[in-house]
């Protein structure tokens, strides 16, 4: 059965061996939106863009000044999940089989240069206490993928809004670093990029007589 069109699959490897790398590529047909899932062995992450638009109106229903809400939209932010696929059953110690994911140990690579992620800390770190409400600051910190957590076989998961610190429209490779049973893996996902950011202005009126 053929593949629809907007499905593109990209191999980082030659074969699909267990425990080598492999990232699909999509785009949603109905709102262009791009999204990227990486498997490798037990790990899986999936990074889908959000329009700054969209973003934008979440943090302003959640009463963050326009300002804030428009410098958090415009940061490159994804929609992000990451699974445990692994197998596991009673009998098993499925400790040892449990992934941690910490998102300090990411990295963006962009022009020659590696930079980390802009990691929720980092945004409350720049909010004075005036600027950003209680209510609000706690409603950030639960839309936003967590920055570190482990996740045990058999379809743990988690899911959140990650930021990159990043401008609508950039593109750049993402390195990422998970653990498990304390050994640590690391891959890279080529050329992400950032949805551009598409916002509904009104055209200006023409004068009539």
């Known amino acids: 059965m053929q593949k629809p069109a907007h499905i593109i699959l990209l191999f ?22 791009k999204g990227w899932k990486f498997n490798q062995a037990d790990m899986q992450l999936e990074l889908i863009q959000r329009l700054p638009d969209q973003t934008r109106g979440f943090f302003l229903a959640r009463g963050f000044s326009r300002k804030i809400a428009d410098q958090i939209a415009r940061s490159c932010v994804f929609q992000t999940i990451v699974r445990n696929t692994g197998s596991g059953n009673k009998t098993e110690n499925t400790d040892k089989k449990a992934i941690t994911v910490s998102l300090k140990q990411w990295r963006i690579i962009m022009n020659n240069k590696i930079t980390p992620l802009k990691l929720k800390e980092n945004w409350i770190n720049e909010w004075s206490l005036s600027s950003v409400k209680p209510a609000a600051r706690h409603a950030f910190q639960w839309a936003l993928f967590p920055t570190e957590q482990t996740f045990h076989p058999t ?17 750049f ?34 004068k009539t007589r």
């Open 173 to 206: 490779d993402l390195q990422i670093k998970w653990s498990i049973a304390g050994k640590s893996h690391q891959s890279t996902i080529k050329n992400i990029q950032c949805a551009p950011d598409k916002v509904r202005r009104s055209k200006p009126r023409i």
């Open 12 to 33: 980082l490897s030659l074969h699909s061996l267990p425990g080598l790398a492999q990232v699909s590529y999509s785009t949603n047909p109905e709102t262009g939106l």
């Open 155 to 171: 379809g743990d998961f988690n899911w959140g809004m990650l930021s990159f610190g990043l401008t609508p429209g950039d593109t």
